[in-house]
């Protein structure tokens, strides 16, 4: 089954606004990733997070993990129509030698 | 350009027929996987691969086959196509799992099975 599960599903914000998206995942993981998916495209690397790691910082994205709760946010702040996209999290599965997919949040971002 | 291959990005198949997707990466990539992608369902693992001769079965194998006798090479193999696999394909490789850079992913091919 999948690993992820991304909050909301759909979120639509004006330039300029920041977008926050949420990830839970169900077991222990050694890291979690985040990708960006332009329409009729293939998925693009933003950030990889350690399970030992809290936050990171990527330009205008904000990455958190809390472990305890199984849950990780992407923060883009500043928003640009360029940002939209669908955003998916990914954790190793539980062989450790694969990916394991939300079902991804679509962002719009209106000029 | 460096990166992962697919083809072809397009095909329409009848039920019953058989075909191989391609999937081809340069970059000297260890480990290789095959999702597909449905509406609402986001991307699910099909089959994957840590090397060269051996693979393994992700979450929806059924009515696949894969196989990787290079490291650059990963092709998906339906054997009897169905509706049911109506779908986006993609390939992705990375040279470890937990590599900061992630995986790479191909373009996708769509699949359409009447």
């Known amino acids: 089954s999948q690993q992820g599960e991304e909050d909301p599903q759909a979120l639509s914000i004006q330039e300029g606004e920041n977008a926050t998206m949420n990830c839970s995942y169900k077991?222990?993981?050694?890291?979690l990733q985040w990708y960006r998916q332009n329409s009729g495209r293939g998925l693009v690397h933003l950030i990889l997070?350690?399970?030992?790691?809290r936050e990171k910082h990527s330009g205008r994205l904000r990455v958190t993990l809390d472990t305890s709760k199984k849950s990780s946010s992407l923060l883009i702040t500043a928003s640009r129509a360029a940002d939209t996209a669908s955003y998916f999290c990914a954790t190793d599965s539980n062989s450790g030698y694969a990916l394991n997919f939300g079902k991804g949040t679509s962002l719009l971002v209106t000029p | 350009n460096a990166g992962v291959t697919q083809t072809p990005k397009f095909q329409v198949l009848k039920t019953g027929q058989s075909m191989t997707l391609q999937c081809a990466q340069d970059m000297n990539h260890e480990y290789m996987s095959w999702y597909r992608q449905d509406p609402g369902m986001g991307l699910r693992l099909i089959h994957y691969s840590v090397g060269a001769g051996i693979t393994d079965q992700g979450e929806v194998p059924n009515g696949y086959n894969v196989s990787r006798s290079t490291t650059e090479d990963f092709p998906l193999r339906l054997l009897s196509a169905a509706p049911s696999q109506t779908s986006v394909y993609f390939c992705a490789s990375s040279k470890t799992l937990g590599q900061a850079n992630g995986y790479t992913f191909g373009s996708g091919t769509r699949l359409t099975v009447v």
């Open positions: 997070i350690r399970s030992n790691e």
């Open positions: 077991t222990s993981i050694n890291n």
